[in-house]
């Protein structure tokens, strides 16, 4: 079984430097808990400072050190920004968990671009971008760790979403080659899948179509354990979102054919309307 599921050497977190993108809400606020409950210093980065500072004031108690960074992670400057601040003030970086992401669905052609172009820019260009900046101090330590968080749509392509998908896939893709392409310097790669979550990112509706589909709406904690408990393990892929997801990314890698058929059967009106929503109805992809 080793031979099939590698794993790297277990990670002790106390008082490693964490930094989580998108921590302001849904998953990266969770995740900024579970590495604060394990004694981490925590960096939290994301646009909504007063956010950021309700956070910073829940998890100080579990942690020596938070670290606030507004930031725009669509732009460069800012990503700059937030490697250096973090050095200044730690020296190094432990752990880089590239959560932040734009969630929108409907039909491809009625997408607004400028919105498609936002969501490729922080799901996947910004979480490229952030890691090449944190190597350097990764590879000089001989240390790291890369916690990227893609989705079930990493491995399985769902209708009404292409763009989203595709920010998702190529995730799952950058988070392969650089696995194998870091091999032996001591930096980590680990690739979550969460499926559907309570978060911001789906309103109640939205929530509701998906569990009458059969998929469970996790809750962000759940998902935050699961991932931290992934990546002091060393595993290289956590595939959550219950039975039903599991299953789509598996009948997605070895029977795609099967998943065609269903999608011909299950993509109803309904689905699209509703799917439509997401993205135009949560104030947090407005701003
Ligand atoms: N919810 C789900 O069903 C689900 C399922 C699978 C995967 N995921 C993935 O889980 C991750 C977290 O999503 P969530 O569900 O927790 O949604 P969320 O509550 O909407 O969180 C998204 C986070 O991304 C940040 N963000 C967005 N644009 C940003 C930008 N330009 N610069 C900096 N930060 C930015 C937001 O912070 P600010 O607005 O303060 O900047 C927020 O903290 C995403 O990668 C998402 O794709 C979610």
Redesign the pocket.
């Known amino acids: 079984m080793r031979f099939f599921r590698p794993r790297h050497s277990t990670l002790v977190l106390n008082e490693k430097v964490v930094i989580v993108?998108?921590?302001?809400?849904?998953?990266?606020?969770?995740l900024a808990f579970a590495f604060a409950r394990r004694a981490a210093k925590v960096v939290l980065?994301?646009?909504?400072e007063d956010?950021?500072e309700m956070v910073r004031r829940e998890i100080e108690p579990y942690t020596s050190a938070v670290l606030v960074i507004p930031?725009?992670?669509?732009?460069e400057a800012?990503l700059q920004r937030v490697v250096d601040l973090t050095l200044e003030r730690f020296g190094r970086i432990d752990v880089l968990v590239?959560?932040?992401?734009?969630?929108m669905g409907g039909p491809f052609i009625e997408q607004d671009p400028r919105r498609i172009e936002?969501m490729v820019?922080?799901?996947l260009w910004?979480a490229i971008r952030l890691t090449q900046l944190v190597l350097p101090s990764m590879l000089a330590h001989n240390h790291g760790y890369i916690l990227n968080?893609?989705?079930?749509?990493s491995r399985a392509a769902v209708p009404m979403f292409a763009p989203?998908v595709a920010t998702?896939y190529g995730l799952a893709g950058f988070s392969d080659a650089l696995r194998r392409e870091l091999h032996r310097t001591g930096v980590h790669v680990t690739l979550v899948?969460?499926?559907?979550?309570?978060?911001?990112?789906?309103s109640p509706e939205v929530e509701n179509l998906v569990e009458r589909y059969g998929f469970p709406?996790e809750h962000?904690d759940f998902v935050a354990e699961r991932a931290v408990l992934g990546l002091v393990r060393g595993e290289h892929e956590i595939v959550l979102?219950g039975f039903l997801a599991r299953l789509g990314v598996l009948v997605e890698r070895y029977a795609p054919v099967l998943l065609n058929i269903y999608w011909k059967l299950w993509m109803t009106p309904e689905w699209a309307s509703t799917m439509s929503k997401i993205g135009y109805s949560?104030e947090?992809?407005d701003?």
């Open positions: 993108t998108g921590a302001s809400s849904g998953l990266g606020r969770a980065v994301a646009r909504r956010r950021l930031a725009d992670l669509s732009d800012q590239n959560n932040a992401g734009i969630f936002q820019r922080v799901n910004a968080i893609g989705s079930g749509l989203y998702k899948l969460p499926g559907w979550m309570h978060t911001d990112m789906l709406v962000p979102g949560t947090n992809n701003r």
